[in-house]
């Protein structure tokens, strides 16, 4: 129990010492006192402690102005800003985190550590410098992942679901592809000598990672299967074959999605009844080890235990894909198969082989579950996937000089949900609203969304049983439970508003006020001097590329651990569908994986039938039971009303 919420238990001590109930004031305290003579003591032993030792429950104004100093003497040091240019850049990007979802996850994290929560920090909430970004895009005043994404890494708005191509390319269609492409940061930044990597918990072939390095007018083009024939034919290729063509550009590639790189003939080397999703016969692993230089040391890993193995200091590029789809929430993350890195543990060894490099490095890092997380309602899951985020924030803070470190944690865009309610200080986040119901008699949740699957609950709930679910026994704070929305979808929409953008390092001074989020790429190139076009890069030298180091190749094949060998050609070894039983289509693990999938673009209908109840009276109950509550209430109140009059009393005093 919080100290905030301490004045509420006093009401209820003092109330227990009355066994009799009156319908009026008067009574119930004459009959209170001349029961128990010895509550005369007891109210008064009472009010001296709430006079003397309440004291340390609050928090007093001194504390208050301490903390605001404090705050204020950071500020007086930025006034000497940071005007180095940046030899790296961490580009962080939480999906679909908004305001209200940092602010939730912010209370969390403190009430996970036992404090009310609210005054907590996240990491990023300590940088110097913060900016709001306009989300909407082109054609959309909500905006999807893939424009917002072009917008911020190749620095032009552009179309919703079109990635690396400006306004003028027409959705879906390849031959307003070539006149239309624009270059992302990342793609600047490699070809002039930089380390460069890719990090996400989502596919590596979705819509936000996509934007570092594909040109098309179809986020959903991931593989070959999933592109008209008409389009393929004239020449456009799918998100995942662009990956490896521009493979030499980056030295670390993370996330999930193998079932895009292998063809339906491969297995999976995890499940065995999961097999590749590519018609075109192409195993694009394999073609990625033989399209990167000869003679370099190249990893491929696909759980946690070998990415641990993986030696940063003997790796030259490293290609981790850890699961067919998405990589498993962050709660989750040893729920299937041999267990997924956290997004810590990515990060860490990707700077560990990015670092190496004496131009300095890019790493572009998503945390892409928190968007799925609230696509499907489910608030528990979208937070702990930002405390993630805010954990891989440390670790890069951690690894890294902030004088030549410029770090950027941002959004593509909102969502739907909300903090609201008047909850007490320090009530669970995840929680229901502690003071209240709602007009129709029912709990709800501080945290709610506008719209979204728990709105097709509330709807099928009204057909049902006339109300909403009744979720009293309900334990609202389960990684599956769905907050109530208000209208019925079957996948919560983004949100439009504004996203902040944290800034710290070289020129981090340059992320202020509200801009286009186009601007951030501007920003970003600016530090890193990716465009020599100000007195700020006058001193800049000339970068060249370095040369390739001759070592041996290395391979991590199938489940194995790392392996070594000495021939210059890889030994990659993907497992064929003969070589391995499948599995119960329809078992536990097949449901479990599905849910994995499910990003919140399925469209899939929430079924969800609430018990049959038999209700006289839906909104309101009757008057007499209003006026019999009303006595019982009242009495209760007369007693709790002598400890809040001393609460208060002993507050005033102080203030």
Not at 156 to 167: C, E, F, P, R, S
Not at 225 to 238: S, V, Y
Not at 355 to 383: M, N, S, T, Y
Request: hydrophobic share 35%; glycine share 8%.
């Amino acid at each position: 129990m919080t100290p905030y919420r301490r004045a509420h238990q006093y009401g209820l001590i003092v109330s227990l010492f009355s066994p009799c109930l009156r319908p009026g004031l008067f009574d119930a305290i004459n009959c209170t006192m001349q029961l128990f003579p010895f509550i005369r003591l007891s109210l008064f032993c009472l009010s001296i402690y709430l006079l003397l030792v309440q004291t340390v429950n609050t928090q007093p104004a001194y504390e208050w102005n301490q903390r605001a100093q404090l705050s204020l003497k950071r500020a007086l040091k930025r006034e000497h800003l940071n005007r180095n240019i940046a030899k790296n850049v961490i580009f962080f990007v939480g999906d679909g985190m908004g305001i209200a979802t940092t602010t939730s996850a912010r209370i969390l994290k403190g009430q996970l550590k036992g404090h009310p929560g609210e005054e907590a920090v996240l990491s990023f909430e300590t940088f110097p410098h913060v900016a709001l970004a306009k989300t909407y895009n082109t054609d959309q005043q909500v905006s999807d992942s893939a424009g917002t994404a072009t917008a911020y890494l190749c620095g032009v708005k552009t179309k919703a679901g079109m990635l690396g191509v400006d306004d003028t390319a027409v959705k879906g269609s390849c031959r307003s592809v070539p006149q239309a492409e624009v270059s992302s940061f990342m793609e600047e930044a490699a070809d002039l000598g930089k380390a460069a990597g890719i990090v996400t918990t989502a596919r590596i072939t979705h819509a936000t990672p996509a934007a570092v390095y594909a040109k098309t007018p179809e986020r959903a083009w991931e593989r070959d299967t999933k592109m008209p024939g008409n389009e393929r034919a004239l020449g456009c290729t799918d998100i995942a074959a662009q990956l490896v063509d521009s493979a030499r550009r980056y030295q670390v590639v993370m996330g999930g999605g193998r079932r895009e790189m292998m063809p339906t003939a491969h297995v999976d080397p995890e499940y065995g009844n999961v097999r590749g999703n590519r018609n075109d016969g192409r195993d694009l692993i394999d073609e990625w080890f033989h399209t990167l230089p000869d003679d370099t040391d190249n990893m491929y890993v696909v759980n946690k235990d070998q990415l641990h193995n993986v030696d940063p200091n003997a790796t030259d590029y490293l290609l981790g894909l850890f699961e067919p789809s998405h990589m498993l929430y962050d709660v989750e993350s040893n729920k299937l198969g041999s267990g997924d890195p956290s997004l810590t543990e990515m990060v860490e060894k990707a700077i560990q082989v990015l670092q190496k490099r004496d131009d300095g490095f890019f790493l572009f890092v998503e945390a892409g579950r928190i968007d799925h997380a609230h696509h499907k309602g489910k608030a528990h899951l979208a937070l702990t996937d930002t405390l993630a985020l805010d954990k891989a924030v440390t670790m890069a803070m951690d690894m890294t000089d902030p004088e030549e470190t410029l770090i950027v944690v941002t959004a593509d865009h909102s969502h739907t949900n909300t903090i609201g309610g008047y909850p007490t200080r320090g009530n669970p986040i995840l929680g229901k609203n502690d003071k209240d119901m709602a007009t129709d008699g029912l709990p709800y949740t501080t945290l709610t969304y506008a719209n979204g699957p728990g709105g097709e609950e509330l709807r099928q709930s009204y057909r049902n049983a006339a109300r909403r679910p009744n979720i009293h026994e309900r334990d609202t704070t389960t990684i599956d439970y769905r907050q109530q929305a208000a209208i019925p979808l079957p996948d919560e929409t983004h949100g439009g508003e504004d996203v902040a953008v944290y800034a710290t390092g070289p020129m981090s001074h340059l992320f202020h006020g509200v801009q286009e989020q186009h601007y951030i790429a501007h920003a970003v190139r600016h530090a890193a001097c990716l465009n020599d076009d100000t007195g700020h890069c006058s001193e800049k030298s000339t970068t060249t590329a370095p040369s390739v180091t001759t070592k041996k190749s290395q391979t991590i094949t199938k489940s194995a651990p790392v392996k070594q060998t000495h021939s210059s050609a890889c030994t990659y070894q993907p497992m064929l569908a003969d070589e391995t039983g499948s599995e119960d289509e329809d078992s536990e693990f097949m449901r479990q994986h599905k849910e994995q999938d499910d990003d919140g673009h399925s469209g899939t209908r929430v079924t969800y039938t609430p018990d049959k109840i038999e209700v006289s009276c839906v909104m309101a109950p009757s008057a007499d039971k209003i006026s019999s509550a009303s006595n019982v209430q009242f009495s209760l109140l007369s007693i709790f009303g002598f400890a809040v009059v001393i609460l208060k009393l002993n507050l005033s005093l102080k203030d």
